[in-house]
């Protein structure tokens, strides 16, 4: 079992920036990719971003440009830096380790809200 934790959510005025992080309990570099999802009050999750093992990254249309992912496999850590935020991108975001066949771990998630 990993455990991922989610932190650095809050609230922000439309234009601020959060960086979340979302550290691990075990090596992210035994995962395919890491990616970050978020959920709206009477929405679906959806994918935000993603990276890989090789760094590769992939975005949400909604977040390109704005939004960037990194990982620091020697902490663990995967990071979204979201700038420019919208009213539109608050959402309880959740962290997810990927495998070979989808998601296998998640967090607990971490409130975002923005403000207008």
């Known amino acids: 079992q990993v455990h991922l934790v989610e932190s650095g959510g809050g609230l922000v005025q439309a234009g601020g920036s959060l960086r979340l992080s979302c550290t691990a309990s075990?090596?992210?570099?035994?995962?395919?990719?890491m990616n970050w999802n978020r959920q709206a009050p009477g929405k679906q999750r959806e994918l935000v971003a993603l990276?890989?093992?090789?760094?590769?990254?992939n975005y949400a249309d909604s977040v390109k440009g704005r939004f960037t992912i990194s990982r620091d496999n020697a902490k663990n850590t995967v990071y979204l830096q979201m700038n420019s935020l919208k009213p539109e991108d608050t959402a309880v975001y959740y962290c997810?380790?990927?495998?070979?066949?989808?998601?296998?771990?998640w967090g607990q998630g971490t409130q975002v809200t923005v403000s207008s």
């Open positions: 997810a380790a990927v495998s070979a066949y989808g998601p296998v771990y």
């Open positions: 075990a090596s992210i570099g035994s995962f395919n990719a």
């Open positions: 990276i890989t093992i090789d760094g590769n990254t």
